[in-house]
């Protein structure tokens, strides 16, 4: 169960303070200076993408640390600064003894998952924030993605990228697109060109300047893309990505060995001198080139606006999806006060009350639920299990959750004296109407999915009414609305095949026109707005702000 508001506050400032004592141990030691020059955006969003293991939350620690220390002895002299908890196999000695290092701490918003070997170990989008240096306000966001080329296969990669974009989506702008790959690769993961592709129809092609490619693990290949490059090379011009370019100002090859140097000697593992300086000579390399790429990216790119007044096919997708739920709610309130109309002489209403998650959350299909009566009708209330790395309500499988991001509660009262059931049936009609649209629109222009959402909400919302025509909760206004929603659905099915049949659909300007008709109902606009406020603290509560000039981080 989720916990109170106040709960929530109390705690998430409790986990803050030791957040920033904790995951972020930086040192008064001397700060590496950057000479970048102020740019237009006060903060420079940096998206960091890349196949599962990678490295990519091993490169944010190695860069935070590149811009602190200057050198692997000012570095060893202060203390390395840990923002993301570190775990790796290490082989020490002359029987090469397994050694597991360990740095930095977790907490309940922690976003890395060690257990599970292939999975993506960051599991939800995380921003870290530096401040640059000391003469100017200007801010730098590095966005930790999970990794695609999850072993749990294509579902689990394409519900990564649906959550990357709906989570860049809710950005003003990106400066740069940066795609972290090891330079002696055999192969890249065909998932690269999806990623892409996704990202492209969501931002546009004009994005396509922004896109950097990073190297790590390149001491091995000279700091150079090895044997990557001409994969990548390839890769690109087979699927018409030729123009996106891949020469070596936008191209950054770093080591980060030296930071799991630094991790190791902080737990007590002897290295011998000629280590250390391949290990000095490794990080000398990666502070120069961390300075060479932020230059590039604050002088050379320019921002990429995410949201401007041309509305792209992807952007539309996203918008869509956020939709289904506050539309069949919508619709199933309406069934119901229409219900209550004609069969109940209380002259009662219900009206829906969307309330703010302040967490992850879940409902699993699975669990009960509370049941409460309104009027004479009896509703199956939400309860929201908290989902970080996994559920901590219950243990059912992952496939008898569905996300949500708000909570519904409900009010009876009395049916206001201006209630007109010809335009409550208007409403209907019109969102009706909206939802095969919409679902067409996914399913056929956007491709987003094979399945119909809206259709899958629906047996779901049939499912959940059945339930309640058995046993005690049995009455008539509950089979009525069954009814009801029974209906909905052969009627809906019905237009999705004659639009399938007839090809004949909305093109992308009139489904925005719809969309915002739809926004305007009052229903769906408090929904909406609960979506909105839900991702915005959720997205703050996965922000770590780093000062390089202070002794530790302010976590969000």
Not at 267 to 289: A, G, H, L, M, R
Not at 367 to 381: E, Q, S
Not at 406 to 435: G, H, I, V, W
Request: glycine share 2%; charged share 20%; with cysteine.
């Amino acid at each position: 169960m989720l916990l109170s508001e106040q709960e929530n506050e109390r705690n998430r400032n409790s986990q803050c303070s030791s957040s920033s004592s904790t995951k972020t141990q930086a040192s008064n030691a001397p700060t590496a200076t950057l000479s970048v020059p102020p740019p237009t955006n006060e903060i420079i969003n940096i998206l960091l993408l890349g196949e599962s293991g990678v490295g990519k939350s091993t490169f944010i620690n190695a860069f935070v640390n590149y811009l602190t220390f200057e050198t692997l002895n000012k570095a060893e002299q202060g203390k390395p600064v840990v923002l993301i908890p570190v775990s790796f196999l290490m082989t020490v000695g002359n029987n090469f003894d397994e050694c597991i290092v360990k740095f930095g701490n977790s907490d309940s918003f922690n976003n890395e998952d060690f257990d599970h070997p292939g999975q993506s170990v960051t599991q939800h989008c995380k921003s870290y924030v530096f401040h640059l240096n000391d003469t100017n306000k200007t801010k730098l966001r590095i966005i930790d993605t999970p990794g695609f080329g999850d072993t749990r296969g294509l579902r689990q990669d394409d519900a990564n990228m649906q959550h990357i974009l709906e989570y860049i989506n809710e950005l003003t702008h990106l400066n740069a697109v940066c795609f972290l790959l090891k330079p002696n690769a055999s192969r890249i993961n065909s998932f690269f060109i999806a990623c892409l592709t996704q990202l492209l129809d969501l931002l546009g092609p004009n994005a396509r300047q922004n896109i950097v490619f990073c190297f790590t693990n390149a001491r091995s290949t000279f700091y150079t893309p090895g044997d990557t490059a001409p994969l990548l090379k390839s890769m690109l011009q087979s699927f018409s990505f030729g123009d996106i370019p891949f020469i070596k100002q936008n191209t950054f090859c770093f080591d980060n060995e030296s930071f799991r140097y630094l991790v190791a000697r902080q737990n007590s593992i002897e290295f011998n001198d000629q280590d250390y300086s391949e290990y000095e000579n490794s990080w000398s390399k990666s502070v120069t080139e961390s300075n060479h790429f932020l230059s590039f990216v604050c002088r050379e790119l320019k921002s990429h606006v995410i949201k401007d007044e041309s509305q792209s096919i992807k952007q539309t997708q996203l918008q869509i999806s956020c939709m289904i739920r506050p539309m069949l709610e919508t619709m199933r309130n309406i069934f119901q006060n229409l219900i209550a109309w004609k069969m109940d002489t209380s002259n009662g209403s219900i009206e829906l009350n969307p309330i703010v998650l302040h967490r992850s959350a879940a409902v699993c299909y699975t669990c009960p639920r509370p049941i409460i009566k309104l009027g004479k009708f009896w509703i199956i209330k939400d309860f929201p299990h908290e989902i970080q790395n996994t559920c901590y309500s219950c243990a059912c499988p992952s496939d008898q959750h569905i996300r949500i991001d708000y909570k519904l509660d409900y009010t009876y009262c009395e049916r206001c004296p201006n209630t007109n059931q010809e335009e409550m049936k208007k409403s209907l009609d019109l969102l009706f109407r909206a939802s095969a649209e919409f679902a067409y629109f996914l399913m056929n222009v956007a491709r987003s999915s094979k399945d119909d959402s809206f259709l899958i909400h629906i047996v779901h919302m049939i499912s959940r009414e059945n339930d309640l025509c058995t046993g005690e909760t049995r009455n008539e206004m509950n089979s009525k609305l069954v009814e009801k929603l029974m209906e909905l659905m052969a009627r809906y099915q019905q237009s999705i095949e004659t639009l399938e049949r007839n090809q004949e659909h909305s093109n992308l300007n009139d489904i925005n026109v719809l969309i915002q008709t739809i926004y305007k109902n009052p229903m769906i606009q408090k929904q909406m707005d609960a979506i909105k406020q839900s991702r915005k603290i959720i997205m703050k509560q996965y922000e770590c702000e780093f000062l390089n000039d202070s002794t530790n981080a302010k976590t969000s």
